[in-house]
Nanobody, 117 residues
Framework: QVQLVESGGGLVQAGGSLRLSCAAS????????MGWYRQAPGKQREWVAR???????GYADSVQGRFTISRDNAKNTVYLQMNSLKPEDTAVYYC???????????WGVGTLVTVSS
């Protein structure tokens, strides 16, 4: 019903920047939220940021001030601008979309971000 395709992952040095993109297609409701989660090996999946179709944003404390989430509703695409990257940011980053009022969740397959020290 909904397909999410992430891109933009890669290898960067500590202090560097990277921008992730997630393109959504399919049955996307007019009221929705899109966001990013990440998961490092051996750790639980962690919420990173989200943005609603109305443009309301939220961030995890660990990335507040360093990451910026944005979206282009016309393209059904969400972005995550990551600045001042730290080795602790190394993880597979997953895109997420929630349709309302169904509250159904959809996930991308993830893109790997590696931050070297």
């Amino acid at each position: 019903q909904v397909q999410l395709v992430e891109s933009g992952g890669g290898l960067v040095q500590a202090g560097g920047s990277l921008r992730l993109s997630c393109a959504a297609s399919g049955s996307i409701f007019s009221i929705n939220a899109m966001g990013w989660y990440r998961q490092a090996p051996g750790k639980q999946r962690e919420w990173v940021a989200r943005i609603t179709s109305g443009g309301i944003t939220g961030y995890a404390d660990s990335v507040q001030g360093r990451f910026t989430i944005s979206r282009d509703n016309a393209k059904n695409t969400v972005y995550l601008q990551m600045n001042s990257l730290k080795p602790e940011d190394t993880a597979v980053y997953y895109c997420n979309l929630v349709n309302y009022p169904s509250s159904m969740n959809y996930w991308g397959v993830g893109t790997l971000v590696t931050v070297s020290s």
